[in-house]
């Protein structure tokens, strides 16, 4: 075991966790059959009971898909979490202390993570109650999302100045120090400076990790201007890395390891996140409109088994999906697409369509395949000419090669094949000769 978890105390938590009222914790239902317990497997769709469920030894067993465990490979599944975080979460659960002795930042973290939670509902009562928060509630207003939505994803209103902000860090007990460590304020450069507060005057989104911990803040432009981005995000600090957090993740993790197909609909913002959460999609995600990464692919990969993309259809979008789309396929999960109307995004498209309508686009999203063949073609003035197929077939071979499952490999090249009307043996011919590179964080386009 590491940092001060031991055996000992792996095995009292599972002792103390009733694995039956754990699985039901997340709407699972649980029925009594005889000596045991079953319910329909989180992990695969099924109809007829199939997940037992042996509470006196603390384990579980699908005989449908075969997955089977105890409760913190359970937690895991559903959660997205690693063996550590699992271990941790049931621990506060059931009362057991952990002491991570081996962590020297452990007490700096926890002060952290401290700051960040009272500060997201300081900028939330700011949002609710400030008079200068008025713009703000006006464009959640415009953007109908309400005081339900506001609380669920912790939405607040950064107030304009440093010395609110330091005010807050005096009565709270947060240091100037730590709050720079956090990443909202900007530290004073010299005797004469006070710095800044990062976000004052911006629409704040809590950045949650995996357990649900608030651990950064993505602050969005209310009054244009040309001095600063629309967006401003935190940078990386001692509890946040962009590349181990997804927006939303939280949240969709569970609902994506019990959905049917274990699908996870990846977008670009936070906004879109919401209403796909709101309007009935709860397994949408997106990065902090930074770089996709392979470390993003592997937290749903925990929980999911395939994805569908839905980017801006733009040159930017398009070269996004294809980027975003080689980083899945080189972890083995199968991409779809979902294009939608020019200028919609999913947030957009949402709040003039019902939910309905999404849900066949969603039925009917394309391949990768069709979807670059379909996006290479429209770059070209003369898609059909021999110098144009030449380039198309290198771009749509250039994203096969990431793959490493040979049954979706082998798909994508027949598929290729007949949408650019070539022989298979040609392509796959031509796919030999690809040096695979290994995909480069796909940059999202500015949300």
């Not at 040309?226 to 590349?243: A, D, H, R």
């Not at 003035?381 to 749509?396: E, G, L």
């Amino acid at each position: 075991m590491i940092k001060g978890i031991t055996e000992s105390t792996v095995e009292e938590i599972k002792a103390r966790i009733d694995l039956a009222d754990l699985i039901a914790s997340y709407g699972i239902a649980v029925k009594t059959a005889g000596s045991s317990k079953k319910a329909c497997c989180p992990f695969h769709h099924e109809k007829t009971p199939s997940f037992n469920i042996n509470e006196s030894k603390g384990y579980y067993h699908c005989f449908g898909c075969g997955e089977s465990g105890d409760a913190i490979k359970f937690v895991q599944k559903m959660d997205g979490l690693t063996f550590v975080e699992a271990v941790k979460k049931l621990a506060e659960q059931c009362g057991i202390a952990i002491e991570e002795k081996e962590d020297p930042t452990a007490g700096k973290r926890k002060r952290l993570l401290a700051l960040m939670a009272e500060l997201a509902q300081f900028y939330h009562r700011c949002l609710l109650k400030a008079k200068e928060a008025e713009l703000a509630r006006e464009y959640l207003k415009k953007r109908d999302l309400g005081p339900e939505v506001q609380e669920s994803f912790l939405i607040g209103y950064a107030p304009n100045g440093i010395s609110n902000i330091l005010k807050w860090g005096e009565k709270y007990k947060f240091t100037p120090e730590e709050l720079a460590e956090a990443g909202v304020i900007k530290p004073p450069r010299d005797a004469n400076d006070r710095g800044y507060h990062r976000f004052g005057g911006r629409l704040m989104f809590s950045i949650r990790d995996k357990q649900g911990r608030v651990v950064a803040f993505s602050g969005r432009q209310l009054v244009a201007s040309k001095n600063s981005g629309k967006y401003v995000n935190s940078p990386e600090t001692l509890i946040f890395k962009k590349s181990n957090v997804l927006f939303g993740f939280d949240k969709a993790a569970g609902n994506i390891a019990k959905s049917p197909h274990h699908e996870a609909i990846v977008c670009e913002g936070q906004i879109d996140t919401i209403r796909l959460h709101i309007s009935g999609f709860p397994v949408a995600v997106a990065s902090q409109g930074t770089a996709f990464t392979e470390e993003h692919v592997k937290m749903l990969k925990k929980v999911a088994d395939q994805v569908t993309l839905v980017f801006d259809d733009d040159a930017a979008g398009h070269k996004a999906t294809i980027r975003t789309a080689g980083l899945f396929l080189a972890a083995e999960m199968p991409v779809r697409v979902v294009s939608l109307p020019e200028g919609d995004d999913p947030d957009s498209y949402l709040r003039k369509h019902p939910a309905e309508d999404f849900q066949k686009l969603l039925d009917n999203a394309e391949s990768i395949m069709s979807f670059q063949v379909r996006a290479e073609k429209s770059k070209e003035t003369n898609p059909d000419s021999i110098d144009a197929m030449a380039r198309i077939t290198k771009a749509v071979l250039n994203t096969i090669a990431q793959s490493k499952n040979a049954v979706i490999k082998a798909g994508m090249v027949g598929e290729a094949a007949k949408l650019l009307g070539v022989p298979s043996a040609a392509l796959s011919e031509e796919l030999g000769k690809i040096r695979v590179v290994e995909p480069k964080a796909s940059r999202l386009p500015s949300p």
